[in-house]
């Protein structure tokens, strides 16, 4: 480029002031191209990584962004005024036909820059890597969820969209007979049907047993939050609420049932808190409508739990954080104070007296949640001071991302791209990391433990250490 070329602030100052503050995660990229990395131990910005293609990188999808805001000033449209308008539409028979109707112009080749926007958004699998590795964080997510919100006022959405997102209502309801749903699940034919007509792929099995079943007649099920409320002080001392989200409860309750173990072993009364879907799944998809709703009704849910003065736990990484940040975003003053811990934060103050012992034994190898690990760079070696309390070694291994964060591994267009990170024997913290290791041939993949799992093995028996 040319000193006295036209440059990028040239282009940029074409778009309002207004909406340049409101779209600061796309207009504050500065372009230094840090995000192009292709370390494989890291954990930036693995579409990158996977399709060596810079739009598919926080900086190429900024850089889309900015153009398109550019382009919608050009001709005269506001998005924030359209943003604002949305919740007053609502659906009607007539924007479904106006969609319908630039959704077959679109099929027939007819061009529209935010198609172009589009491609760079779906290839994000919403890790969030960029919005804490950025030295400017850069929060894709954010941006890309509002892309997606607008985007889909012009044009339809797939199927496969619907589904993600309402998967905390249909979810639990399958979770009352997992057997019968697991057999449809499992047919060659459901699953073709899936992939060629959802666009969905590898479709996760419920947990069977389910987690009600698994913890029947324990004492930590059933309570309801009038029943909480009710409890004297010396009922709730030792009670630890555990935050339900749908990935753990209905597809991995197995997960859910070893942590219940886990705070009993360490004296505590476990509590299973009833389900409230949290609505991250909404919030990728760019509901951002129903994402609100749905982060209105659960944060007043925690607060009034949070009220009571008991700890509050969630098992899943991800869904913890999106009440930190998400909740935030969205709700403002309204989210409240309420505090879901992550499980290590949890265990740090409930074995801070307890007294580091000398390590003895194999190994156990932590492959740490991506998002965790970006937003809290402090967990590896938090899960490691957990695990010297009872005298056993954790080693940290730098895997970046699986490539399978959100519904990027579930996505016929893009499963193909995702990877194993590593054949080691390890511990996975991630809930994508386990699905993509159950995909992989058994000779890559040598275990699947999870971490509490290995914490509860670690306090129970050292014997099992192996
Ligand atoms: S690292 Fe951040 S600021 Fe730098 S180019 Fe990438 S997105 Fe832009
Ligand atoms: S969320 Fe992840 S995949 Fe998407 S741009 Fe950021 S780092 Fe890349």
Redesign the pocket.
Known sequence: MQVDAVKRGSYDRQIPVTVRNEWRGAME???????FNFDARSPMCPSMKITRNRIH???GR?TLTREWLRLLSEQGVDPLQLEQALPQQGASLRTLIQRTRNSWHAKQGEYDFSHEVKEAMSGCLACKA?STQ???K?DVPGFRSRFLQLYHTRYLRPMSDHLVATVESYAPLMAKAPKVFNFFLKQPWVRDLSKTHIGMVDLPLLSSPSLKQQLGGHPAMNLTLEQLEAMDAAQRENCVLVVQDPFTSYYEAQLVTDFVKLIEKLGYRPVLLPFSPNGKAQHVKGFLQRFARTAGKTAEFLNRVARLGMPMVGVDPATVLCYRDEYREVLGEQRGEFQVQLVHEWLQQALDARAVQTASGEAWYLFAHCTEVTALPSTPNQWQDIFARFGARLENVNVGCCGMAGTYGHESKTSKTHWASTSFHGIRNCRSCRVNAASQPASRVAARLNVLKATACAIHCKRCWK
């Not at 990229?29 to 995000?35: D, R, S, T, V």
């Open positions: 990229c500065n372009g230094n191209g840090l995000c990188s926080p900086k900024a960029c950025c030295p400017i850069i």
